[in-house]
């Protein structure tokens, strides 16, 4: 069983910085294809970020490229987010989520797939204000 636990969210004004944490539990292979998505009021989830945990790729969204990074620490089985330059666009709920993906190329494409993702956190906050 795989659980994870984000932290990290908060107000931040444009412009600045933030680092999202996801605390993961569970097999590493059962959760290869982990990663952020976001939510705002009234729109869909979207995909922000997605790293494949064996092999390191990571893949972003348009909107986020350039300004936003995840990364991972396999000793605290902890995936990252950092933020930087953000957008009162960026506002959202952040969820961290996990799954299987049969090949990095495959996790690639789940960034417009969260269906395709069974194991989600409970969301962390991220206002930005300008």
């Known amino acids: 069983q795989v659980q994870l636990v984000e932290s990290g969210g908060g107000s931040v004004q444009t412009g600045g910085s933030l680092r999202l944490s996801c605390a993961a539990s569970?097999?590493?292979?059962?959760?290869?294809?982990m990663g952020w998505f976001r939510q705002a009021p009234g729109k869909e989830r979207e995909g922000v970020a997605l790293?494949?945990?064996?092999?390191?790729?990571?893949y972003y969204a348009d909107s986020v490229k350039g300004r936003f990074t995840i990364s991972q620490d396999n000793a605290k089985n902890t995936v990252y987010l950092q933020m930087n330059r953000v957008k009162p666009e960026d506002t959202a709920m952040y969820y961290c989520?996990?799954?299987?993906?049969?090949?990095?190329?495959?996790?690639?494409?789940?960034?417009?797939?969260?269906?395709?993702?069974?194991?989600w956190g409970q969301g962390t906050q991220v206002t930005v204000s300008s």
């Open positions: 989520a996990a799954d299987f993906a049969s090949s990095p190329g495959y996790c690639a494409t789940m960034i417009s797939r969260p269906d395709d993702f069974a194991y």
């Open positions: 790293r494949h945990l064996v092999v390191g790729s990571t």
């Open positions: 569970g097999y590493i292979y059962s959760r290869n294809c």
